[in-house]
Nanobody, 123 residues
Framework: QVQLVESGGGLVQTGGSLRLSCAASGRTLSPYTMGWFRQAPGKEREFVTAISRDGLNTSYKNSLKGRFTVSRDNAKNTVYLQMNSLKPEDTAIYYC????????????????WGQGTQVTVSS
């Protein structure tokens, strides 16, 4: 049984930065593709970024590339999302998830989810 816990969210002003963490217990994350998703009020959940099991391959939503950076530390069983130059449109609940597929953008393969952490960017 795997449990994912996101942390690091909060309230920041436009242009600020946050570093989100996704810590796992009950199972090692090293064999799995990991992803970050977000859901803004009134909108569908959307893909943010993903990282391969070895950390050598990443994928980003096109509009976020350059501001957001995903990384992982398998020794700590943790995945990170560094968020810079934040904008009000980034306000959302951010979720991490485990995929059953090696393809980073096979969105329907993300089967195990955390509870999310709230990110709010003031205008």
């Amino acid at each position: 049984q795997v449990q994912l816990v996101e942390s690091g969210g909060g309230l920041v002003q436009t242009g600020g930065s946050l570093r989100l963490s996704c810590a796992a217990s009950g199972r090692t994350l090293s064999p799995y593709t990991m992803g970050w998703f977000r859901q803004a009020p009134g909108k569908e959940r959307e893909f943010v970024t993903a990282i391969s099991r070895d950390g050598l391959n990443t994928s980003y939503k096109n509009s976020l590339k350059g501001r957001f950076t995903v990384s992982r530390d398998n020794a700590k069983n943790t995945v990170y999302l560094q968020m810079n130059s934040l904008k009000p449109e980034d306000t959302a609940i951010y979720y991490c998830a485990i995929s059953n597929d090696d393809r980073l953008t096979n969105y329907r393969a993300y089967a195990y989810w955390g509870q999310g952490t709230q990110v709010t960017v003031s205008s």
